[in-house]
């Protein structure tokens, strides 16, 4: 008989769900309480793999039916809507088939390792694996960088000496709440920060001459605080708050518009958000003036003319002239929802 087709009793060892935590690592845990032999043993006994389960279990997890929804809420003496609260693979039930208690391996490559403070707290201190949540970059109970690339040396690192980057992590979780409360999906408020992070951190890097010193001066106080080296991985976390204030801006669905619709991109009023920039980001006021006569290869330059481009056929319907100048000088432009 399969270990998913015995009948199943709740477990001598209970194990609590972290939140965000993906089931595979989960299960591992209750294994490992429970002195079961093998990790997978665990996998079987809550349903059948309709595949087989790799044993690079980090990069994986599982996803459920219902049937083995129920054996997982029997094992762990835990009602089945905390353990869909607390474990986000299970708001997708859809291993299959549907008639047997069943399991499907998922490749799965954002995991990352929770807070190592929060874990040393676990009996055992295991290595969970975890979901980006909605702050997926920052334990705000201990001030530690979570968000690192596996391949770094050091994939976590106490922010307590750069109180900015716990600001700047709140300014962002400010920022997603009011994207979600706009009905705007919190990945595009991500894919902003990635633009902004790059931008950023090409001027710490490269030091164009529109940019004056100040953000290699920030990087170099911040790298002596962290202790971190200045690669690629560790350059993101060093330019975040930067960063998130850019970000601020390209989520503004208005200068999103204003760039976007501007009849040609080296319009005087494409000053106007350059010289926003350069507030948000603390810099001289000709910030503008500088970045007119940079190299086209300056990464905001480099943004505006992509962004622009994303918007061409809005901008070219409206700068069509049926009724001569007039007409279009008085026209409104689009609404803002459709820069999004």
Not at 15 to 36: D, K
Not at 139 to 154: G, L, P, Q, Y
Not at 271 to 286: C, E, H, I, M, N
Not at 306 to 334: C, E, L, V
Request: aromatic share 8%; proline share 8%; glycine share 4%.
């Amino acid at each position: 008989m399969l270990p998913s087709q015995r009948a199943p009793q709740q477990l001598p060892v209970q194990v609590r769900p972290i939140r965000g935590e993906t089931v595979v690592s989960y299960a591992t845990r209750l294994a490992t309480a429970n002195e079961l032999a093998r990790p997978t043993i665990m996998l079987r006994a809550i349903g059948q793999p309709r595949v087989g389960i790799p044993h690079a279990t980090e990069l994986f997890d599982v996803r459920l039916n219902q049937h083995s929804l129920r054996r997982l809420e029997v094992f762990t003496g835990i009602p089945a809507d905390r353990l869909i609260k607390a474990l986000p693979s299970l708001t997708n039930l859809t291993a299959t088939p549907a008639t047997i208690p069943a399991i499907h391996p998922v490749r799965t490559p954002q995991l990352r390792r929770a807070c190592h403070t929060c874990t040393a707290r676990i009996p055992g201190h295991p290595d969970i694996q975890t979901y980006p949540m909605l702050f997926p970059r920052i334990c705000a109970r201990h001030n530690r960088w979570i968000d690192s690339n596996r391949r770094e040396k050091v994939s976590q690192f106490d922010l307590t000496a750069t109180p900015e980057l716990i600001t700047a992590h709140r300014r962002y979780s400010r920022l997603r709440e009011r994207a979600r409360a706009q009905g705007r999906d919190p990945e595009w408020v991500r894919q902003q920060l990635w633009s902004a992070t790059w931008i950023i951190a090409g001027w710490a890097e490269r030091a164009f001459r529109t940019i004056t010193t100040t953000f290699r001066d920030r990087v170099e106080t911040r790298l002596q605080a962290t202790g971190l080296t200045d690669t690629p991985g560790h350059r993101r976390v060093l330019v975040f708050p930067e960063a998130v204030a850019l970000a601020e801006l390209f989520c503004d669905l208005d200068w999103r518009r204003h760039v976007a619709m501007l009849r040609h991109e080296h319009d005087c009023d494409m000053d106007t958000f350059v010289r926003a920039v350069g507030q948000r980001l603390g810099q001289p006021p000709t910030f503008a003036r500088r970045l007119r006569f940079t190299s086209s290869t300056d990464p905001l330059r480099a943004w505006i003319r992509r962004h622009r481009y994303a918007y061409t056929s809005i901008r070219d319907q409206f700068y069509t002239d049926p009724y001569g100048r007039s007409y279009i000088s008085n026209r409104p432009f689009p609404e803002i929802r459709h820069f999004k």
